[in-house]
């Protein structure tokens, strides 16, 4: 790592929400997330990808997703959204990979370091592309309980989210009940 590389960050955000939530019983600081991997690198762009779930209303008919949004692009986060695909007998469908590994590509002549945060072994064609194919430094930053074996061992550095200070939020038990509806 030096400090006048070029790093672009790739958030799979369905990925790491769900992991905090269901190990840890807790919410991701994205902006500490996004300090910490940077490490005083220079970020060309950081890009959170989200699902919107129609349907999903808070209190007077607000969307309790756009608090959350508004959050993730606080935390310098630029958002990639796309809606929750239902299908014909209830199946329902939340999936950027494609869209992440296109942007990641897209954007690998801009950068010296490509850093996915996802657990998801689905990427692992992309980080050997954009090792082998680019020469690119590729890092992912995940819960270890959740990345695969396999995810881990191509990458040129892992970094586990679960030791970084200040990452996990714990949510309070009234926080609980509404996150679960």
């Given amino acids: 790592m030096h400090q006048n590389q070029r ?5 799979d955000v369905q990925n790491i929400y769900h992991s905090a939530k269901n ?5 991701v600081n994205f902006e500490q997330l996004i300090k910490t ?3 005083d690198r ?3 762009r ?7 779930s129609e349907g999903v209303q808070g209190y007077e008919g607000e969307s309790r997703e756009e608090p959350f949004f508004e959050a993730l692009k606080k935390s310098g986060l630029e958002l990639r959204m796309k809606d929750l695909q239902i299908y014909h ?3 329902k469908k939340a999936d950027w990979d494609v869209g ?3 942007d990641a590509i897209r954007m690998a002549n801009s950068l010296d370091v490509v850093i996915l945060v996802t657990g998801d072994g689905d990427f692992i064609p992309l980080v050997e592309y954009l090792k082998w194919g680019t020469g690119k430094q590729v890092e992912i ?3 270890s309980r959740t990345t695969s074996g396999k995810l881990k061992e191509v990458a040129d550095r892992f970094i586990e989210l679960e030791s970084i200070p200040k990452i996990l939020l714990k949510i309070r038990k009234s926080q609980t009940k509404k996150y679960n509806k």
């Fill in 46 to 52: 950081s890009v959170a990808y989200v699902v919107k």
């Fill in 100 to 102: 992440m590994a296109v």
């Fill in 7 to 11: 790093i672009g960050i790739f958030v």
């Fill in 23 to 27: 190990l840890y019983h807790a919410r």
């Fill in 37 to 39: 991997i940077a490490d």
């Fill in 42 to 44: 220079i970020i060309i």
């Fill in 141 to 143: 930053a995940a819960f």
């Fill in 89 to 91: 007998g209830g199946a």
